[in-house]
C-alpha cells in the first residue's frame, strides 16, 4: 500500500515566459555568492510569472480553481 498519495488532484499547467536577464551575473567570479545571485533572480522572476498566472486566473476563472479552457479530457 502506497501512503499519502493523493488521487485527485487539480490539473498542473505550465507558464512560459522570456528568460531572465542574467548577463550582468554571468560575468561575475563563479563562486556561491554569485550563484546566490543569479538563484535569487531566477525565483523572483518565477515568483513574477506566478503573480501573472494569478492575476489571469481572477480574470478569467469566475471564481472555479481552474480556467475550463486549462482541464485535459486526458
Known amino acids: 500500500d502506497v501512503t499519502g498519495v493523493q488521487t485527485c488532484a487539480l490539473p498542473i499547467w505550465v507558464r512560459f515566459g522570456s528568460p531572465p536577464d542574467l548577463t ?3 560575468e561575475m567570479e563563479p563562486k556561491g ?3 546566490k545571485l543569479i538563484s535569487e533572480r531566477v525565483m523572483e522572476h518565477v515568483a513574477r510569472l506566478g503573480e501573472e498566472d494569478r492575476r489571469e ?3 478569467d476563472t ?9 482541464v485535459s479530457s486526458a
Open 57 to 59: 486566473f481572477a480574470a
Open 24 to 26: 550582468d551575473l554571468l
Open 62 to 70: 469566475g471564481g472555479r480553481a481552474v480556467p475550463e479552457e486549462r
Open 33 to 35: 555568492s554569485t550563484y
